[in-house]
């Protein structure tokens, strides 16, 4: 069965360092997104990306953070410089269409831990 | 406003037994989607409701929702000890383009 892939699993750094964390998400879905966990709680929307482009971002994802598909296959996060309340878990999503009616399905997450 | 919040926190029962979970959310959804979560791990898609639908059924889980309460269960039957999980209820607001908003979780334990 396809699946959502990231990599890495868990990820070390320091504060204002720069991570790039990536998904490979499943091949025929063309909605992308990510979100967080905090550890303890909820998950946390991030941004939703459609045909090369972000269409919804939430307040969390302010200028230190971007978004690509550098490919036909990866979509990455990008944190420009971390902040120590970046560290969470991230997870990327996919949905084969849009407009709020589709199943998301979601990678097994990046472990991000920022010193 | 929150969205997505779901009761109880906590929900420890027998292996056999069956296992319910409230959602309540504040807006008007296009659909409301229950996750599994094990223990630090990604979220497994558990089923989907639409907005116009009032009962989905997928093996040993039957998912209800009420709009005019804004409100959806989750039942679990015949729980085994596998289903130790937290289990995270999610909307897509309507207007809300592709979103989810989470709820903080019923933690469930089943013990055998």
């Known amino acids: 069965e396809p699946e959502v892939t990231q990599t890495p699993s868990h990820q070390v750094t320091q504060m204002g360092q720069e991570v790039i964390l990536r998904c490979v998400p499943i091949s025929n879905h063309l909605y992308f997104y990510w979100y967080r966990q905090i550890l303890g709680q909820k998950v946390e929307f991030l941004v939703s990306f459609y045909n090369n482009e972000i269409s919804e971002k939430s307040e969390i994802f302010d200028d230190q953070f971007s978004v690509e598909r550098p490919d036909g296959s990866n979509f990455t996060l990008k944190i420009r410089s971390t902040k120590l309340e970046d560290s969470a878990m991230y997870f990327c999503?996919?949905?084969?269409?849009?407009?709020?009616?589709?199943?998301?399905?979601f990678g097994p997450g990046t472990r991000l831990l920022v010193l | 406003s929150q969205q997505g919040e779901e009761d109880p926190q906590a929900l420890s029962i027998q292996e056999g037994e069956n296992a319910t979970m409230n959602c309540s959310y504040k807006t008007s959804i296009n659909n409301l989607q229950w996750y599994r979560q094990n223990s630090g791990r990604g979220l497994v898609h558990l089923i989907l409701?639409?907005?116009?639908?009032r009962e989905k059924h997928s093996g040993r889980l039957r998912v209800t929702l009420d709009t005019s309460k804004k409100s959806s269960s989750l039942l679990i039957t015949a729980s085994r000890a596998a289903d130790t999980a937290s289990y995270f209820c999610a909307t897509a607001p309507f207007g809300g383009y592709n979103k989810l908003i989470f709820g903080a979780g019923t933690r469930l334990a089943v013990h055998p």
């Open positions: 409701i639409r907005s116009n639908e």
């Open positions: 999503a996919s949905s084969e269409l849009g407009g709020g009616g589709e199943t998301q399905y």
